[in-house]
Nanobody
Framework: QVQLVESGGGLVQTGGSLRLSCAAS????????MGWFRQAPGKERGFVAA????????YYAESVKGRFTISRDNAKNTVYLQMNSLKPEDTAVYYC????????????????WGQGTQVTVSS
């Protein structure tokens, strides 16, 4: 089992920044690809960003490219999502997830999920 705990969400104005963190425990963190997903009210959970086990490969959703940066620190068992130039449409609950096999952008292929952290961007 892998336990994931997100933090760093909050209320920010348009154009502002937030840094989300996701602390992992339970298994060897570097064995897992990590992803960030988000879910707005009435919408399905969607892909935001993913990072490979070593951190050398990163994927981003088109809607966040150039604004969000995913990173990880395997020594600290933590994955981060730096979010800049935030827009009201970024408002959602953000989840981190761990993938044991493969490296994908598809939520069902992730094995473990955090409880989520709310990000609200005011206009």
């Amino acid at each position: 089992q892998v336990q994931l705990v997100e933090s760093g969400g909050g209320l920010v104005q348009t154009g502002g920044s937030l840094r989300l963190s996701c602390a992992a425990s339970g298994r060897t963190f570097s064995n897992y690809a990590m992803g960030w997903f988000r879910q707005a009210p009435g919408k399905e959970r969607g892909f935001v960003a993913a990072i490979s086990r070593s951190g050398g490969i990163k994927y981003y959703a088109e809607s966040v490219k150039g604004r969000f940066t995913i990173s990880r620190d395997n020594a600290k068992n933590t994955v981060y999502l730096q979010m800049n130039s935030l827009k009201p449409e970024d408002t959602a609950v953000y989840y981190c997830a761990a993938q044991a096999v493969g490296f994908s952008r598809t939520p069902p292929e992730y094995n473990y999920w955090g409880q989520g952290t709310q990000v609200t961007v005011s206009s």
